[in-house]
């Protein structure tokens, strides 16, 4: 934990050239306020050899301002990461993300309740419903009271619903690294769940 002093504030961490301030992301180019903050994307890869032998490991998430200025905190290994840095990468994650999802959060329910349909890369919400495209057009319709849970699974964002038959079904809703702002989609769609379960 360093205590320098920056425009944005102490600097509360330091990844490189990069910094994670109390105001914000700087790099030495650029810096993001929290409030500029408008997306986040999350990506992790491992890369093997012939399926088996790990060759490397990598988790990054990009924080894109609402000028489109990109500042990228990347942690990687050859062979496998330690639990350590994983464990400390998403410790910095999760910080990133709870300087802005209150704010996203508010924003995300105010569209819904004005009836806008709000996108997510390869999904769409509405005040009612997931608009999930297909892969050939058109869209797969997944009501809100039809969820009863929203997890990751191998490196995707996925939903586990009842069907119209009653029938317990998981879908994809996409790849991570795909989805935009995927901490805001999954704690929305995991709040409909629990709503559902209670």
């Not at 769409?124 to 997944?142: N, P, Q, V």
């Not at 929203?150 to 119209?164: P, Q, R, S, T």
Request: net charge positive; aromatic share 10%.
């Amino acid at each position: 934990m360093k205590t320098d002093q920056h425009e944005l504030g102490p600097i509360l961490y330091t990844h490189g050239k990069k910094h994670i301030c109390e105001g914000g992301v700087c790099d030495n180019k650029k810096s993001i306020l929290w409030d500029e903050v408008d997306v986040l994307f999350l990506e992790a890869s491992k890369t093997t050899v012939n399926f088996i032998i790990p060759a490397s490991e990598a988790i990054k998430v990009d924080i894109i301002s609402t000028t489109k200025d990109k500042i990228s905190f990347t942690q990687g290994a050859v062979f496998r990461m330690s639990g350590k840095d994983k464990s400390n990468f998403w410790a910095l994650y999760q910080f990133i993300v709870s300087k802005v999802i209150d704010r996203q959060w508010s924003k995300l329910v105010r569209d819904i309740e004005k009836g806008k349909r709000v996108t997510f890369g390869r999904f769409d919400i509405t005040s009612s419903a997931i608009y999930r495209e297909k892969f050939f057009g058109g869209h797969d319709i997944i009501d809100f009271n039809r969820i009863v849970g929203c997890d990751f699974a191998h490196g995707e964002l996925v939903i586990d619903f009842f069907d119209d038959k009653s029938h317990l079904k998981r879908k994809s809703l996409g790849r991570v690294p795909e989805i935009p702002n995927i901490h805001l989609a999954q704690a929305f769609l995991s709040s409909i769940a629990q709503q559902n379960s209670n």
